[in-house]
């Protein structure tokens, strides 16, 4: 709540889209963590590639973004000097695309080849099946790095 009436704020701060992100994917990845509990869920996802999408939306979703929240709210402080808008802006959206990009189709491609081994199909067959799913995660992860590109530029910018 402490957010009504305020979420113009967003538009003109360093800090709250990476903070909001990061929170949106604490409870995202703690109810996803949650159902990977069940019997049924940890049979279907569990030597998948599942278990690495939410790896990466806990550890990069998570603690990635509150990191870079963290440090573009300090950095400037301690420095006097600020990164440039646009190349924060960029940095934001190539890495929440990016890691979107990357987990979403890891998920679903990951419940389709559980259920074919449920299913007693051959492993080859799910390998097969996972090919256009790992060429979105190559390319949300390209996304990623080059987010930290941006990342890295901004520092430069703020340290100088």
Not at 78 to 102: C, D, M, S
Request: aromatic content about 20%; hydrophobic content about 50%.
């Amino acid at each position: 709540m402490t957010f009504r009436g305020g979420w113009h704020k967003i538009a003109d701060s360093y800090t709250l889209p990476f903070f909001l992100t990061g929170v949106v994917f604490y409870f995202t990845a703690s109810l996803q963590g949650t159902a990977e509990a069940f019997r049924y869920t940890n049979l279907l996802w569990h030597f998948t590639d599942f278990t690495v999408a939410h790896s990466h939306l806990t550890m990069y979703g998570i603690i990635s973004f509150l990191l870079w929240a963290a440090i573009y709210a300090l950095a400037p402080r301690l420095t006097g000097k600020e990164p440039p808008q646009v190349t924060v802006g960029a940095h934001f959206w190539l890495a929440l695309i990016g890691l979107l990009f990357y987990t979403f189709p890891l998920m679903y491609g990951s419940t389709l080849r559980g259920l074919m081994w449920m299913e007693g199909k051959p492993f080859i067959d799910s390998v097969v099946l996972m090919a256009p799913y790992w060429l979105w995660r190559a390319i949300g992860g390209s996304l990623m790095w080059l987010s930290h590109l941006f990342f890295a530029y901004n520092l430069y910018r703020i340290n100088r």
